[in-house]
């Protein structure tokens, strides 16, 4: 069984940033990714990126938020800058196999106050 453990959310002031880290239990993912889900809202692809390395940003985004990995350490990190009210959320990490196998963590909780 596949677990995903995020880490590194919190309270931050607006223009502040955030690192969120997400450690998977074996490696050999196809792509691994960041999705959020704001108060209201419906779940949305923060950013992916695949084995090859190849990033995929939201419009909402592009220019703030930028998503790494460490392939020795299974884990894929997401460094958000700029950090607008609008960003608050609960994200998640996801991990898709070459099977098409996708796979979720529990989400981590970031709050960027005004």
């Known amino acids: 069984q596949v677990q995903l453990a995020e880490s590194g959310g919190g309270l931050v002031q607006a223009g502040g940033s955030l690192r969120l880290s997400c450690a998977a239990s074996r490696s050999i993912f196809a792509s691994m990714a960041w999705y959020r889900q704001g108060p209201g809202k419906q779940r949305e692809l923060v950013a992916s990126i695949t084995s090859g390395g190849r990033t995929v940003y939201a419009d909402s985004v592009k220019g703030r938020f930028t998503i790494s990995k460490d392939n020795a350490k299974n884990t894929v990190y997401l460094q958000m800058n700029i950090l607008k009210p609008d960003d608050t959320a609960n994200y998640y990490c996801?991990?898709?196999?070459?099977?098409?196998?996708?796979?979720w963590g529990k989400g981590t909780l970031v709050t960027v106050s005004p």
């Open positions: 996801n991990a898709r196999t070459f099977a098409a196998t996708e796979y």
